[in-house]
């Protein structure tokens, strides 16, 4: 005589009948995403690269081509204007499940408006700080 052995689980279906089914597979665990600023920083520094080289005329062409405004692309390319460093620190963020306490992308904008990179050393430090600290709260 042969045995067979299988695997099954039974769960409710409507009406409270009982169904038998193959077993569910395990939940995957969350993977850890990349940081939409980061993401955005590559971004700015490859269509700088692009329009410094001359393969895009302009913000204009790269607005058309994203289905963007002009304006977002503005705001897109001046991550570039961050100090070096800091464009760098931001390349370098480790990808985060937790997407809600990440690093905003109005955030860093702010700083990227400062023209003195040492303004903008400074403030990159405070927030920084601020993320750390409320990090280390939860």
């Given at each position: 005589?042969?045995?067979i ?10 009406r ?38 001359g393969?895009?005329k ?10 963007i ?7 897109i390319?001046?991550l ?25 992308e109005?955030e ?31």
């Amino acid at each position: 005589m042969s045995h067979i052995q299988a695997k099954f689980e039974t769960h409710r279906a409507a009406r409270g009948q009982q169904r038998i089914g193959p077993p569910q597979a395990a939940k995957r665990p969350p993977v850890p995403k990349v940081l939409h600023i980061t993401k955005l920083i590559a971004l700015a520094i490859r269509l700088d690269h692009l329009i410094a080289i001359g393969k895009i005329k302009g913000q204009a062409q790269i607005a058309r081509a994203g289905g963007i405004t002009r304006a977002r692309v503005s705001q897109i390319l001046n991550l570039t204007n961050l100090a070096p460093d800091i464009q760098q620190a931001i390349l370098e963020l480790p990808p985060t499940l937790d997407s809600v306490r990440a690093l905003q992308e109005s955030e860093v904008r702010s700083i990227a408006t400062q023209p003195n990179w040492s303004n903008q050393r400074k403030a990159w430090k405070k927030l920084i700080s601020q993320h750390s600290r409320t990090q280390s709260e939860r």
